[in-house]
Nanobody
């Protein structure tokens, strides 16, 4: 499965941004999807996850209530809507895919995109 993220950019604190991830080369509904992020000098961390049907979602405490993950299985897309952005949300955002239930550890994912940069200015 090939994953390609898009939609990153520069946004002011308090603003919103939606990043997307397009999947190709596999049966999209076989995969649960996750969004991770990695800030400079920090480890990659789990942000949000969604199961194959979209019926179950999971969030890191740091983004709960501000971010929303969704997927469109007809279009092989997964989205991360980010609201009330903070400077500490600045990172490279990666989408990832795995077969099985959503996990929060990056090594449990089999496929990764190249990442998209999100910068939140104060």
């Amino acid at each position: 499965v090939q994953l390609v993220e898009a939609g990153g950019g520069l946004v002011q604190a308090g603003g919103s941004l939606r990043v997307s991830c397009a999947a190709a080369g596999g049966t999209f509904t076989l995969y649960d999807m996750g969004w991770f992020r990695q800030a400079p000098g920090k480890e990659r961390e789990f942000v949000a996850g969604i199961n194959w049907s979209g019926g179950s979602t999971y969030y890191a405490d740091s983004v709960k209530g501000r971010f929303s993950i969704s997927r469109d299985n007809a279009k092989n897309l997964v989205y991360l809507q980010m609201n009330s952005l903070k400077p500490e949300d600045t990172a490279v955002y990666y989408c990832a895919a795995r077969r099985g239930i959503v996990r929060t550890l990056s090594y449990e994912y089999d496929y990764w995109g190249q990442g998209t940069h999100v910068t939140v200015s104060s």
